[in-house]
């Protein structure tokens, strides 16, 4: 195969119902569910950035598979908890026996772990794939994060191989303009040399402004970008490519 090509892999869409065997606080704004479920099997996740969506009476919503373990048959999602909204409601109600309807992943681009250096760029909602790709990421490659959290107490820890160097902005230290935070910490990252994935998933307008800095500003070359809107201020259920 060809270095730092993108696989495209579609699979079948199917719903599944799972049952929560575990509710775990990480920290005081992410929550760990786990789940099991017959209905598991034939589940399949081969990119860190998939998306599910779980259901919610009408309502359904993107969420990361944040690890699946094909041979215990589980399955675990993070929640970054926020005001409101189904995905929270039903978070915060959850415990070991409450059922949840999910469908997906419907396709997967799955990113080559053939790169010199990466860049993940990312909110709360885009920590749970954060996770997994420092999970999945070969031994002693860097990665560098710069990660907005509301405060210290969001930074979370990773088993990782790779040579991980996060930097934690803290919005009550950093202020709340987060894109114009992000954009301030490339410009003080020292791009290293070699070809580097860049990953950006954050609130609409701050995944915008980061890819523009990166593509626009640093010319990295937008092959080797993978950014995407998590969410949108003031809107419901907002999913958005930017790539
Ligand atoms: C591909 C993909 C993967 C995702 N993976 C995860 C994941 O693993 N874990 C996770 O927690 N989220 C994840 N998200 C984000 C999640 O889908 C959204 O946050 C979603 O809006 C949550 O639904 P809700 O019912 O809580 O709120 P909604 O009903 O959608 O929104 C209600 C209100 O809350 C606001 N809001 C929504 N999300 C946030 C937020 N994160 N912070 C602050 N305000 C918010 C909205 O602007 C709206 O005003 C992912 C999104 C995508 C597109």
Redesign the pocket.
Known sequence: MKRHEFQRMRHEARRRTLTVTRVQSLSPRMTRVEFEGEDLKGFVSPAF?D?IKLFFGD?M????P?RFDAARGTLT????L???????RWVRSAGPGTRLEIGGPRGSIVVPDDFDWNLLVCD??GL??LGRKLEELRAGVPVTGLISVASAAEQLEFETRAAWSPRWLPRDVEGEDVAATLRRALREFTWPRGDGFVWVAAESSVARAVRDEVVGVHKHPPEWVKA?S??????????ERLD
């Not at 919503?61 to 990361?64: G, P």
């Not at 999602?77 to 970054?80: K, M, Q, R, T, Y």
């Not at 926020?82 to 929270?88: C, E, I, S, V």
């Not at 998590?230 to 999913?239: C, I, L, Q, V």
């Open positions: 950035d998306h309502a919503r993107d969420f990361t944040r999602i993070d929640f970054a926020h005001a409101d909204g189904p995905a929270m709360e909602a749970p794939a995407a998590y969410w949108k201020r003031g809107e419901a259920d907002s999913h």
